[in-house]
């Protein structure tokens, strides 16, 4: 019986260390570039890197802190809806404090350490980042400026922030939350798991409706438009004419009533067909006296300079 203990607590032993992930430790491995950007060819970067140099309004380096964060899918399980996360959402330390990260990445993608809003003149867009491919390791350090603020640091890989990898970290008291920080503060756009399935399927249904019959009443608009948009030179062409007609029949009334008063119809044909003649007559006459013009026009010879 003894030993069958021994024997699973010896494996049980030797599992745990299988389990363990095994990180790739970047800090040996890394390069550097100048203005506090280290970087290796295994996927680890550091920038902002300041062990040095006193943010002004420091007079010295206040205290000098370690940490170590670690980034993974598994920090994220108890935040609702979120996908990704740190170990820790919140950090606070005294101004002017020399702080080194120790930053994990416990996943097999890629996570940063990402910290913004420091001074300019000392790092570069503001910017103090650890980012490594994991599972991996990386460590960095700077120092914290003077005064009361709240820091954002994020994971700024697509994605990853909106899903949960976001922190904030306050020098002194601070300046405020920051919003969207998993377990912390609310979110700038709640996630709504209210009502269930079926409810989201009928609200579904109902909006698809509604918006076959908007497209069907659109679809009969434009048709519609289309029509009236064809029709309409005909329309107007059609409309002019009776215009026209309905004028000269207006005028003409009076006097051809008078005219034909006592006629009989025969007799009336008789003098509109007259009528009509003399009109052509004297149509054909000015057409050709207009001809003449134009032509006599043409045949004239332009001055000589
Ligand atoms: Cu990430």
Known sequence: MLKFF????????????????EYEDHDGMLMNHGDGHLMDMGGGMVMGQNTETLPGGCERISETKEITVHAGHKFAEKFPGRMFAFDTQEFNFK???????????DDKVRHQWMMHGLPKYLYPQGMFHLE?????????????????????????????MEKGMKAELKVGKGDGDLPSIPGLTAPAVPDDYSGTLTDVAA???????????????????????????????DDSFVSGITVIGLAIGLLLAPFLAKKFKGMTSAEIIAYIFDLLRVAIDYAVRVISALIKIVAANKNKVLPEK
């Open 6 to 21: 021994i024997a699973s607590l010896v494996s049980m032993v030797f599992s745990l260390s299988a389990m363990a992930v």
């Open 203 to 233: 609200a579904k249904k109902a909006g698809d409706e509604a918006a076959a019959v908007t497209a069907a009443a659109l679809a009969a608009t434009k048709a519609a438009t289309a029509a009236a948009t064809a029709q309409q030179p």
């Open 95 to 105: 101004p002017c404090t020399k702080l080194t990260v120790h930053f994990y990445n």
């Open 132 to 160: 490594v491919s994991g599972p991996g390791k990386i460590s960095g350090t700077l120092i914290l400026p003077p005064g009361d603020k709240t820091y954002l640091v994020h994971c700024d890989i697509a994605q990853h």
